[in-house]
């Protein structure tokens, strides 16, 4: 087993005590973010609570980097929701997910109800997006066009993914998943839809309690190309299809639960290794799965992936001292190690990127053996080189 070592804190720093780092606006602060980004070439943080992107257009070197662009703001100085006249085209409103596909770049703008699409990376701030996902047209921003739910409609989408050549949406006020073979065009109709009978239903749990075809809140997705894993915070679980499913189909894996028709929830005591609180995020590479077990305050490790069954325990955790902790920065002072409400994640290569919304920063941590954990830390040009 390896474990994770915070290599960058990105965010203002902690003034000491139980004292949060800033959240006001600039190039160095996040306020309560909610999803991550990072490949070779760069690191984007979702910054819900300013309702904006920040983007790096490098790996950082250094804690506390400032961002070289924002999106969704004129300036890395405002912040809130973007006023009619300057927007709805340019401005966000609790924006969410964020992925990079293909040289574009895709935000779930969840309170927009739609996910924006930029056809090349922009390389300069306030760049508007080229294109939309779940609306007619980048001025509407009703949930579900302002009607009922159909195949091509959005409401409060929270996470996007791309994954072995499928595009998928998180569609978590429908509390359903939408697939597309391939990068969709606006108003093209998914070829996939997961957790509902059809594009017209958004029921609950389909109308019934939990089953391993139905979802409460959906959140994000990740998977290899052999498993698609997805969040379904509600149900306080991860249902994973392998392989993944190209129709609506029942799930093979459940995390978090002993079995695909349970929900079960039980705060403020020691959850171990298999039970999961409002997991936001997931993120995997080639041999290990991450959760973010939000409300837990932890991210729990599964290696290798795991792919079929239920109740399976977690093989490590960080944020917290052992499996039976929970507590919010451990009841202590915000340190590099700990978490406060994760709800993002991101897995390249040998770097895990957290969204530590409520310490209102990212982490950026590397795999590191177990016998590596007392030799000193790289430098910057080694982490990220």
Same mark, same amino acid.
């Given at each position: 087993m390896i474990t994770l070592q915070t290599m960058r804190w990105l965010g203002a720093p902690a003034?000491?005590?139980?004292?949060?780092?800033?959240?006001?606006?600039?190039?160095?602060?996040l306020y309560a973010p909610r999803g991550?980004?990072?490949?070779?070439?760069?690191?984007?943080?979702?910054?819900?609570?300013?309702?904006?992107? $920040?983007?790096?257009?490098?790996?950082?070197?250094?804690?506390?980097?400032?961002?070289?662009?924002?999106?969704?703001?004129?300036?890395?100085?405002?912040?809130?929701?973007?006023?009619?006249?300057?927007?709805?085209?340019?401005?966000?409103?609790?924006?969410?997910?964020?992925?990079?596909?293909?040289?574009?770049?895709?935000?779930?703008?969840?309170?927009?109800?739609?996910?924006?699409?930029?056809?090349?990376?922009?390389?300069?701030?306030?760049?508007?997006?080229?294109?939309?996902?779940?609306?007619?047209?980048?001025?509407?921003?009703?949930?579900?066009?302002?009607?009922a739910v159909g195949p091509t409609t959005l409401y409060w989408p929270y996470g996007v993914a791309w994954i072995a050549g499928w595009f998928y949406i998180a569609d978590t006020?429908?509390?359903?998943?939408?697939?597309?073979?391939? $990068?969709?065009?606006?108003?093209?109709?998914?070829?996939?839809?997961?957790?509902?009978?059809d594009g017209w239903s958004n029921a609950e749990n389909r109308g019934s309690p939990p089953t391993a075809h139905s979802f409460r809140w959906p959140h994000t997705l990740a998977g290899d190309g052999t498993t698609l894993y997805v969040a379904d915070a509600g149900n306080h679980r991860v249902l994973a299809w392998t392989p993944p499913p190209t129709d609506d189909r029942p799930a093979d894996l459940v995390l978090g639960q002993t079995d695909m028709q349970s929900a079960f929830e039980q705060p403020h005591v020691p959850q171990g290794a298999h039970r999961l609180r409002f997991p936001y995020a997931v993120a995997c590479t080639t041999d290990r799965l991450c959760v973010a077990d939000t409300a837990n305050n932890r991210i729990l490790i599964w290696q290798p992936l795991p792919r079929h069954g239920a109740g399976l325990p977690a093989q490590a955790v960080f944020g917290q001292a052992d499996f039976a902790g929970?507590?919010?920065?451990?009841?202590?002072?915000?340190?590099?190690?700990?978490?406060?409400?994760?709800?993002? $994640?991101?897995?390249?290569q040998q770097w895990l990127a957290i969204a530590d919304s409520g310490n209102n920063r990212i982490i950026i941590g590397q795999w590191v053996d177990d016998w590596a954990k007392t030799m000193p830390s790289p430098s910057p040009s080694e982490v990220f080189r």
């Open positions: 003034p000491g005590g139980l004292a949060l780092p800033a959240a006001d606006a600039a190039p160095t602060n991550v980004y990072l490949d070779q070439q760069r690191l984007i943080a979702v910054d819900t609570g300013n309702h904006r992107v $920040l983007i790096w257009q490098q790996l950082p070197v250094r804690d506390h980097q400032p961002a070289d662009l924002v999106l969704g703001q004129p300036d890395f100085t405002h912040e809130g929701p973007r006023a009619a006249g300057r927007g709805p085209a340019n401005g966000f409103h609790v924006p969410t997910g964020v992925t990079v596909a293909e040289g574009r770049l895709y935000l779930a703008d969840a309170w927009h109800h739609r996910v924006l699409c930029w056809h090349r990376f922009p390389e300069r701030s306030d760049t508007p997006p080229d294109s939309v996902i779940g609306q007619a047209n980048l001025l509407e921003i009703e949930p579900n066009r302002g009607s006020g429908n509390r359903r998943v939408l697939g597309w073979r391939g $990068l969709p065009e606006p108003d093209q109709p998914p070829d996939l839809i997961l957790g509902q009978p929970s507590g919010e920065n451990r009841w202590q002072a915000i340190a590099p190690d700990t978490l406060c409400w994760p709800y993002g $994640l991101c897995a390249h």
